[in-house]
């Protein structure tokens, strides 16, 4: 049996340790760390309620509106407030193009160089490289010229010597296998793509102020729409967002999903590698009418699989989420097997591990700062591929068309979705969905305000003056990376508790008391191939194919949890 | 460079040996210095030094610690879009360990960063992202196994410079609002041995990072900064003085409730929190994601970011100035402002006192109060005070 450490994983937001055993180039057992914590939620205690989505936004600066929003939402519930359809619609939008963004970004800059062997473009053929991009999408920089120039960009960088970011990759590992032609094409798009994210992503610089962290308000909105103004949201601005919306799709539908495709002909053993944890909630989302509330106008529905059984959707139930800590760096007072809902959560974080420098965090009864998040007792993966299968199996037109031609194009049935090849090609699939959808949003926005209704924020329980003394709420977010909920309490005009359960914390998630393993620990070990415990690429592929944001998941604290309990360190 | 955007520049060839080889014209490099010029805030004049002086430089090691953070600055660099600076200057480093984007994990992560820092000893500039936490005994961040802040020192040890961007590096950010329960502190906090320039904001605008890294370049040594480390050029002004909607502040126009008539004319948000009155930021002028707008732009009161411990100092973010902690006294706008130069200026004296204990090799504290040293008005604020008054 050989252990192997990778710490850090690159490549992610955050920091991020994966362990585990191999034996004779299979994976045996696996445990994900995560090795930071920040402690958001005790800070918002006392604070303003309206504050809250800036501090929470501060969790991510990858997704950066997924806290803000689902903040807004949790605080709106609690105190009754109704954003208007605009202000509604422009939430939609933003939250729409960040996913879009974000999931591009995931493939080209994150995941991309897993399968894609940087070096290997070097031996391409730029003419036969064009017709086969021309081959798969009609995108205009397919040209034997444009390939050249990047090839010879790329031979120049290696020739330099020093490969800065590309330094030290797996590269002419076995498991490659992409020819060269695919990856220099790939590499092409890699560049590209860098433009296109800071290019389509000024649509929240135009709503919103800036990105990244872009300004959020509860109640609304605090772009005011005027078409004759000058310093507002007009018509100047709204073709400008017209414009990057198009650009948004074009390059998914022209660029990321042929890649992708193209790329998942080469790997289709992956179809059957790093499946995990066989059930999965969506909590759904991108209300069309721009009310959260309203289940009937979200894009994507929401919903429950268990066992990878397509056919049964169970309904979502935020009652039934609960979370353990007996293997996280945290004590509950009524002991460490227990699990307990967000709206009661507590966290009181106590550090158990061994004295730094780690060698291993393996055989240690707790070894992470995720809490085990549990839907009905269950683990659960949450992602894009959950909201695909959920969409799926509920029958969503656009979702059965969109990776009904996934499967059909790599000739495989839907039980190949339930893997890593299979998380990777639904992010794919949901970007196009999305791509195509924020014109139908920016239509609805156009048309409200033709219709003269351009509020975009509600003033009515603006003031603390107008709140309950006491007010709950709940407000969750299909972000990009998965479910996101959020639980405040409010008194006397000030939080008393704030819990966060996000969606790395559900796929991070360590062992619970039943001994069941979280997502990434449960791909790893599913029929999982490790050729080379010096070079582990494999286990890169798997993990990226669940975009880990580390700083999202850990989080929490709350009342009782305010003192923080000195380390204890084993000797 | 970051990426392989553009034609590399090798070790051993000086950037104007670089740009004559990828065909980059004379008169296109004047042009783009001419550009710095202005970024940086210098005379135009300046032009033939400043392309004179990058000419000769080579391209340096960068290496991109990430600590206790949410890799926005990151993203937020990522965004940089001025095609000149974006181009040329991404091009002018060699970013040789910097956790999001980097092929290499784990063992081969760390063995890029110790090569880096053994090759470079002395001359890699140092960004680092990110708070040191130092509660609990430093367990709330490990990186590799070990903890951030022995990461952290190594890592300064034998840096050229160092950046702290970001709020994060900057004083601790989100995490060490009260009650800072994991004992977030900044970068300087930690590194005193050497100057530690701050490239504050949560996140900052990527081209003030890169325009900073210029000036490194260009002129051999870190920019003047003010009280709290951060170049003058990009924060020598609050964003009050700068801000687009400043006339309608004067003219008493003021926006009363979000969307209201004022919101929709685009009137000042004072009255909705604004903390632009007492935030020292180039906001107003670099603009965010290729000039497309900024948060006031947009209809958003500033939150004032670029500000030490603004989490608390700036809270409630929707509550008129005068009544955010730290000023119980009601003042209006421009005493606050003018208070807050004062401390600048103050800033910028104590910088340069300390910049010569550095040379001295004595220590450098970049936001060390300075208390003794006299508040300068400039003649413009006192004239604002009379008016007010």
């Known amino acids: ?571 | 460079m970051f990426f392989p955007s553009s034609y590399p520049w090798t070790e051993n060839e000086t950037l104007g040996e670089h740009l004559e080889r990828r065909g980059v014209s004379r008169r296109a490099f004047l042009k783009y210095c001419g550009e710095l010029a202005v970024v940086l805030g210098v005379s135009q004049a300046l032009t033939p030094q400043i392309a004179e002086a990058l000419q000769k430089v080579r391209r340096p090691s960068v290496i991109w610690l990430q600590l206790q953070e949410c890799t926005g600055c990151v993203e937020s660099t990522l965004r940089t879009s001025d095609p000149t600076i974006g181009d040329l200057l991404l091009d002018l480093i060699s970013l040789d360990f910097n956790d999001t984007l980097m092929a290499a994990a784990g063992d081969a992560a760390e063995g890029a960063m110790q090569t880096a820092m053994k090759e470079n000893a002395g001359k890699y500039i140092l960004i680092v992202t990110g708070s040191v936490p130092l509660a609990a005994d430093g367990m709330y961040l490990t990186m590799g196994g070990r903890r951030g802040r022995d990461v952290l020192e190594e890592a300064a040890a034998n840096a050229g410079a160092v950046l702290a961007v970001g709020a994060c590096a900057h004083f601790g950010s989100v995490q060490s609002a009260k009650p800072n329960p994991t004992g977030a502190v900044g970068v300087a906090d930690i590194v005193k041995d050497k100057p530690v320039v701050t490239i504050a904001g949560c996140p900052p605008i990527a081209d003030t990072i890169t325009a900073t890294v210029v000036h490194y370049l260009t002129f051999n040594r870190l920019p003047e900064t003010d009280g709290e480390g951060r170049p003058l050029f990009a924060y020598g002004k609050r964003i009050h003085d700068q801000c687009s909607r400043r006339a309608h502040f004067d003219a008493g126009q003021y926006v009363e409730a979000f969307d209201d008539e004022g919101a929709r004319n685009g009137w000042c948000l004072y009255e909705m929190g604004c903390k632009g009155p007492e935030t020292f930021s180039p906001c107003p002028i670099f603009q965010w994601n290729s000039h497309t707008s900024w948060p006031i732009g947009s209809g958003h009161p500033c939150l004032g970011c670029t500000e030490r411990n603004f989490w608390d100092t700036m809270t409630p973010f929707y509550n008129r100035l005068p009544a955010v902690a730290g000023f119980g006294v009601e003042r209006n706008a421009d005493h606050i402002g003018l208070a807050l130069a004062g401390a600048a200026v103050a800033g910028v004296a104590a910088h340069a006192i300390a910049t010569g204990i550095h040379r001295s090799k004595e220590g450098h504290t970049p936001h060390e109060p300075a208390v003794d040293l006299p508040v300068v008005e400039t003649p413009a604020e006192k004239s604002k005070e009379e008016r007010h008054d």
Request: proline residues 6%; hydrophobic residues 40%.
């Open chain 1, 1 to 571: 049996m050989t252990k192997v450490v990778v710490d850090p994983i690159t490549r992610i937001e955050g920091h991020l340790r994966i362990e585990v055993e191999a034996d004779g180039g299979r994976i045996k057992n696996a445990w994900a760390s995560s090795t930071q914590f920040r402690g958001i939620e005790i800070i918002l205690e006392g604070r303003d309620p309206r504050d809250a989505w800036a501090f929470t936004q501060r969790i991510c600066g990858v997704c950066t509106t997924v806290h803000a929003l689902a903040s807004c939402r949790a605080v709106e519930d609690a105190l009754g407030i109704d954003v208007p359809p605009a202000g509604g619609l422009i939430r939609t939008l933003v939250h729409g193009m960040q996913t879009v963004q974000d999931h591009v970004i995931h493939f080209y800059h994150l995941h991309a160089l897993d399968w894609v062997d940087v070096v290997s473009a070097l031996k391409a053929d730029p003419g036969a490289t064009a017709n086969l991009a021309a081959s798969l999408s009609p995108w205009p920089n397919n040209s034997k010229t444009y390939f050249t120039e990047v090839q010879n960009r790329l031979k120049s960088f290696v020739d330099s010597g020093q490969l800065g970011i590309f330094a030290n990759g797996y590269w002419g590992h076995p498991a490659y296998k992409l020819p060269p032609e695919a990856n220099l094409m790939a590499v092409a798009h890699y560049l590209e793509a860098l433009d296109w994210q800071r290019d389509v992503i000024r649509l929240h610089t135009i709503f919103a102020g800036k990105n990244p962290h872009p300004n959020f308000l509860v109640g609304g909105m605090a772009s005011a729409i005027n078409l004759d103004g000058t310093a507002t949201i007009n018509a100047e601005s709204l073709s400008k967002i017209r414009d990057m919306i198009t650009r948004a799709r074009l390059f998914v539908e022209q660029v990321y999903w042929p890649d992708l495709l193209a790329v998942a002909s080469f790997y289709k053993d992956w179809a059957k590698i790093g499946g995990g944890v066989p059930n999965y909630l969506a909590v759904g989302e991108y209300p069309e009418n721009g009310n959260w509330r309203d289940a009937e106008s979200m894009y994507l529905p929401s919903g429950v699989i268990f066992d990878n059984d397509l056919s049964t959707v169970v309904p979502y139930d935020q009652e039934k989420v609960k979370e353990y800590i007996n293997a996280s760096w945290y004590d509950y007072k009524e002991g460490d097997k227990v699990a307990l809902h967000p709206s009661v959560g507590e966290t009181i974080p106590h550090y158990t591990g061994p004295e730094p420098p780690w060698t291993y965090l393996q055989g240690e009864e707790k070894y992470t700062w995720m809490k085990a998040p549990r839907y009905d007792d269950k683990p659960m993966e949450v992602g894009p591929l959950a909201r695909m299968l959920v969409a799926y199996a509920s029958g969503h037109a656009d979702t059965k068309e969109v990776v009904g031609e996934a499967l059909g194009r790599l000739q495989v049935g839907p039980a190949a979705l339930f893997s890593t090849l299979g998380r990777t090609a639904a992010r794919g699939a949901e970007t196009l969905l999305l791509a195509r959808r924020l014109e139908t949003w920016y239509d609805a926005l156009v048309t409200r305000i033709k219709s003269g209704d351009t509020a975009t924020f509600s003033q009515k329980r603006w003031s603390p003056d107008t709140w309950p003394a006491s007010a709950e709420g709940y407000g969750f977010l299909g972000a990009a990376r998965g479910a996101l909920g959020h639980w405040v309490k409010i008194q006397d005009g000030k939080i008393v508790h704030y819990q966060c359960v996000v969606p790395s914390t559900w796929n991070c998630s360590p062992r619970d008391v039943h001994g069941a393993t979280g997502p990434y620990e449960a791909a790893l070990m599913d029929n999982h191939p490790l050729a080379d415990p010096k070079r582990p690429l494999e286990i890169l592929r798997t993990i990226h194919s669940f975009d880990p944001c580390m700083a999202c998941g850990v989080h929490v604290l709350d009342a009782q949890g305010r003192e923080v309990t000195q380390v204890r360190v084993k000797g």
